[in-house]
C-alpha cells in the first residue's frame, strides 16, 4: 500500500495535503506564507507542516456573511 507523503498524521499535513484541505491552490498558501496572511505553519528542517487544528481555526477567523464584509485577513 502506497501511503501519501503530504499526510504525516491525522493531525499534520504538508502544504500539498493542506492546500487541498482549504481549497486553494499550494502556490496560494505559500504566498500566504511570505506576506504572513495564512495559517500557522511549523518548520522540520526544510519541511513546513500544518496542523489541522491551526488550519480549522484559520478558517474560522476568516468567516463572512456577505462578499460585502470587509477581509479580516492578518
Do not use: C, F
Amino acid at each position: 500500500m502506497v501511503r501519501n507523503m503530504n499526510i504525516i498524521d491525522n493531525q499534520k499535513m504538508r502544504p500539498p495535503a493542506a492546500a487541498d484541505y482549504l481549497g486553494i491552490a499550494e502556490s496560494t498558501l505559500a504566498k500566504m506564507r511570505v506576506y504572513g496572511t495564512g495559517p500557522i505553519y511549523a518548520k522540520a528542517g526544510r519541511a513546513v507542516l500544518y496542523e489541522r487544528v491551526d488550519l480549522d481555526a484559520w478558517i474560522a477567523e476568516h468567516k463572512r456573511k456577505s462578499t460585502s464584509d470587509v477581509s479580516t485577513y492578518k
